[in-house]
């Protein structure tokens, strides 16, 4: 039974990801401009919120450590 369950989720996995594949290169067929303007700002908008998690945790590293 479990490897009939296992079965099956690799196959929903593979499906998803196919079908989410193809629907990004539809649509940025479809509207290539649009599609390069969302993924533009999802890039940056991902690197800010890198920078700010990455700035916090070193102002906090650093302000654990002085106060020791």
């Known amino acids: 039974m479990s490897k009939m369950k296992k079965s099956l989720a690799r ?8 079908h989410t594949a193809r629907g990004a290169a ?13 993924l533009g700002i999802g890039a940056a908008l991902g690197a800010v919120a890198g ?18």
């Open 11 to 18: 196959k929903a996995v593979k499906a998803t990801a196919l």
């Open 51 to 68: 920078w700010m998690l990455a700035r916090g945790s070193a102002s906090g590293a650093a302000s654990a450590g002085a106060g020791s």
């Open 26 to 38: 539809s649509k940025a067929t479809r509207s290539p401009v649009r599609a390069v303007t969302l």
